[in-house]
C-alpha cells in the first residue's frame, strides 16, 4: 500500500497548491452548492459543514461560499448540477472509479470518454467497478510512531473499524456516518487532523510496473484535471522500487 499512500498524499498537497492559485475554485464551489441542496445550515447538514471546512483548508474566497450556498438551497438560479458516477479501466487493468459533478451530462461523458481513450484506458458500463470500492469515513492525522497506541484507542471509542500506518502518520477509517464522531474525537488529538471527508476505499489492489504504471498517472492526472471531476478512486498500488522510478524521473 505505499505506493498508492505516497500518490494519496502527493495529490493532496497538489490539492492545496491548485486551490491556493484558484485553480480548483469552481469545484470546490460545485460540491458546496450540492451540499446546501440537504439545507444550508451547516450545524444541521453535516455534508455541507464538511465541504466547507475544505474550501477554508484551500482558501475558497467569502463571496464563492455565499454565493454557492444560495445556489444550492435554491436562490442563486442557474442550470442545475448532478451528480454523476463513471467507472471504467485504466492500463495494467485498474479500477477506476469518478465522482463527478456536471450541468451538461453529455458534455462530460464525451469528454470523460474521450480521455480514457487517449490515454489508455476504457470507460466501462455502470456498476462494473463500483463493487470493489466501500464508502469509508476516512481521516488522515498527522502523528508520530509513539502516538500509534493514543491513536487506536481514540479511533476505537469513536466507532472506527481500521487504523493504517500512513507515510505522514496514520489513517483512521469508519462508516460513513461516523465521520462527524470522529472528526470530533480527534479535534483535540491525539496527532493533527490533515483531512478527513467520505472516500471509496478498494477492496483489492492492483500493482502495475513499467509502461503500465507510466500510462496510468498520465490518465488518473488527467482525469482529475477535468472541470467537472470532483474525485478520481482507483485500486492500483505501486511496489516501493516502481515508486522510486516513478518519482526520479519526475
Not at 5 to 29: P, T
Not at 168 to 180: A, Q, R, T
Not at 219 to 237: C, P
Amino acid at each position: 500500500m505505499s505506493g498508492h499512500s505516497k500518490w494519496a498524499n502527493i495529490k493532496r498537497r497538489k490539492a492545496v497548491v491548485d486551490a491556493q492559485r484558484g485553480k480548483n475554485f469552481s469545484k470546490l464551489a460545485r460540491e458546496i452548492t450540492v451540499a446546501a441542496r440537504f439545507g444550508p445550515d451547516p450545524d444541521a447538514n453535516f455534508r455541507l459543514k464538511a465541504a466547507l471546512e475544505k474550501a477554508r483548508q484551500y482558501n475558497l474566497p467569502a463571496e464563492n461560499v455565499d454565493r454557492a450556498i444560495q445556489r444550492g438551497s435554491g436562490g442563486g438560479g442557474g442550470d442545475q448540477i448532478e451528480e454523476i458516477l463513471y467507472e471504467g479501466y485504466g492500463p495494467g487493468g485498474v479500477a477506476l472509479l469518478l465522482e463527478c459533478m456536471t450541468d451538461n451530462r453529455n458534455r462530460t461523458a464525451g469528454e470523460i470518454r474521450h480521455i480514457f481513450a487517449k490515454r489508455g484506458g476504457s470507460l466501462g458500463e455502470a456498476g462494473c467497478v463500483a463493487w470493489i470500492f466501500d464508502r469509508k469515513a476516512v481521516l488522515r492525522i498527522e502523528a508520530g510512531s509513539d502516538m500509534e497506541n493514543a491513536v487506536i484507542d481514540r479511533a476505537l471509542e469513536a466507532g472506527a473499524d481500521d487504523v493504517a500506518d500512513d507515510d505522514e502518520g496514520f489513517i483512521v477509517m469508519g462508516p460513513p456516518e461516523s465521520l462527524e464522531r470522529l472528526s470530533v474525537a480527534f479535534a483535540t488529538g491525539p496527532g493533527t487532523v490533515r483531512q478527513s471527508g467520505i472516500e471509496r476505499v478498494p477492496k483489492t489492489r492492483t500493482e502495475v510496473a513499467g509502461k503500465d504504471a507510466d500510462r496510468l498517472m498520465g490518465l488518473i492526472e488527467a482525469l482529475e484535471d477535468h472541470d467537472d471531476v470532483q474525485a478520481v478512486w482507483s485500486n492500483f498500488d505501486l511496489s516501493e522500487d516502481e515508486w522510486s522510478r516513478i518519482s526520479a524521473e519526475g
